[in-house]
């Protein structure tokens, strides 16, 4: 029973380069979300996702893209990496309703 | 006012006894609550749920809620030194289809 997979579990990029962060999960799962963590800090949502085709932003949403082609899959963009990404990252499932969310281990994300 | 409020600790306790952590929250049609538990270096694992007023056990954890009071609550029976992380209280509100995180309490069990 994988759960939430996030690829890569850690990245070293310098400042400029574009990465895409991936996120799959295999439990139907209606609900995506993108957070991030910075150390010592709780979560911040980045963008969120209610079904196929559908992506809202949450509240940290400047220097990224979202897009979710299908249920499984929800990839996060970084465009133009500037250290203040710095950060780890955590992608999110949950079924519906009052469902809780289910995390992936997350990706941890270096700026040079 | 932050929506979801927690005491960021480090919460104290010796093995064995009763860690006590709270979170209050500010939107009043809130129906869905959370506790998540975060070791260092890893990512929120769920421990309970509780969606209506009272007390919801589950092994050495209960949840409590008080709609009337926004006030949710986790008890830890019998603390363990693995027990020692971040504990994170997530509200679903009224609206919306996000859960709002507290900041999260550091509990530290000492041996």
């Known amino acids: 029973n994988a759960g939430v997979t996030q690829t890569p579990k850690f990245r070293i990029l310098k400042i400029g380069q574009s990465m895409t962060l991936q996120c799959t999960q295999d439990m139907n799962h209606n609900y995506m979300y993108w957070y991030r963590q910075d150390p010592g800090m709780g979560l911040k949502l980045i963008y969120y996702?209610?079904?196929?085709?559908?992506?809202d932003k949450g509240e940290v949403p400047n220097g990224y893209n979202v897009s979710r082609s299908t249920t499984e899959d929800f990839p996060l963009r970084l465009e133009l990496a500037a250290p203040s990404q710095t950060s780890v990252y955590f992608c999110?499932?949950?079924?519906?309703?009052?469902?809780?969310?289910?995390f992936g281990d997350g990706t941890r994300l270096s700026i040079l | 006012q932050k929506e979801v409020e927690q005491n960021s600790g480090p919460l104290s306790v010796p093995e064995g006894a009763i860690a006590s952590l709270n979170c209050t929250y500010s939107?009043?049609?809130?129906?869905?609550f959370f506790w998540y538990r975060q070791y260092s270096g890893k990512s929120p694992e769920l421990i309970m749920s509780i969606y209506s007023n009272g007390d919801k056990e589950d092994g050495r954890f209960t949840a409590q809620l008080n709609k009337a009071s926004q006030y949710v609550s986790l008890l830890i029976r019998d603390s363990q030194p693995s027990d020692s992380a971040t504990y994170l209280c997530?509200?679903?509100?009224?609206?919306?289809?996000?859960?709002?995180f507290g900041t999260g309490t550091r509990l530290a069990v000492r041996p």
């Open positions: 939107d009043r049609g809130s129906q869905s």
């Open positions: 997530a509200v679903k509100g009224s609206s919306g289809d996000k859960l709002t």
């Open positions: 999110a499932s949950r079924l519906q309703g009052d469902q809780p969310q289910h």
């Open positions: 996702s209610v079904g196929a085709g559908i992506t």
